[in-house]
């Protein structure tokens, strides 16, 4: 829990946003998210993230790829 005082003493503008100083709830998601995620608990993270570097590797890299 001192990681997460010591995110929200730093304020929004440590997180980027610069034009209101107030935490709201979606605002407080980036702090705790980035502190606290682990994927590795969560099997569906491992999968959509297998699922979207496949899908990523089928995408056209020009025009001459796109099939009619």
Same mark, same amino acid.
Do not use: C
């Given at each position: 829990?001192? &990681?997460l +005082? ?9 997180? @980027? *946003?610069?034009?209101? +100083? &107030?935490?709201?709830?979606? *605002?407080?998601?980036? %702090?705790? =998210? *980035?502190?606290?995620?682990? %994927?590795? $608990? #969560? %099997?569906?993270? =491992? ?5 979207? *570097? @496949?899908? @990523? #590797?089928l995408?056209? &890299?020009?025009?001459? +790829? $796109?099939?009619a």
């Amino acid at each position: 829990m001192a &990681r997460l +005082q010591a995110a929200l003493d730093a304020g929004p503008a440590a997180y @980027g *946003r610069t034009e209101d +100083q &107030r935490w709201t709830l979606a *605002r407080i998601a980036l %702090p705790i =998210g *980035r502190l606290f995620s682990a %994927p590795e $608990l #969560n %099997p569906v993270e =491992g999968a959509w993230s297998h699922l979207k *570097r @496949g899908l @990523g #590797n089928l995408a056209t &890299r020009g025009v001459d +790829q $796109l099939a009619a």
